[in-house]
């Protein structure tokens, strides 16, 4: 079984930036494409990005595209969400997602715990 971790969530102002990182145990990590996903009070959990399992190609979700970069460390087991110019609809708490493919509507196979990520106005 696959296991993710992920941390970087916490508070905020409204226009600064995080950076997520979840880290995913295994030694075939290389092998996955990657995503993040949030889940906001009183909604569905929503997908957000995703990385091919080379980093070579990326999506984005319409709302986060020019402020949020997807990458990952292939070396370090890793996939990283930097979040810049944060905005109070981005209050949810944020997963990492082990994905079947890169896609702007992928299919999950392994969820992480969740981070919260918390944005004031």
């Known amino acids: 079984q696959v296991q993710l971790v992920e941390s970087g969530g916490g508070l905020v102002q409204a226009g600064g930036s995080l950076r997520l990182s979840c880290v995913a145990s295994?030694?075939?990590?290389?092998?996955?494409?990657m995503g993040w996903f949030r889940q906001a009070p009183g909604k569905e959990r929503e997908f957000v990005a995703a990385?091919?399992?080379?980093?070579?190609?990326?999506y984005y979700e319409d709302s986060v595209k020019g402020r949020f970069t997807i990458s990952r460390d292939n070396a370090k087991n890793t996939v990283y969400l930097q979040m810049n110019s944060l905005k109070p609809e981005d209050t949810a708490v944020w997963y990492c997602?082990?994905?079947?493919?890169?896609?702007?509507?992928?299919?999950?196979?392994?969820w992480g715990q969740g981070t919260q990520v918390t944005v004031s106005s």
């Open positions: 295994g030694r075939t990590f290389s092998g996955y494409p």
């Open positions: 997602a082990r994905l079947r493919g890169a896609s702007m509507n992928p299919a999950v196979t392994s």
């Open positions: 990385i091919s399992s080379s980093g070579a190609s990326t």
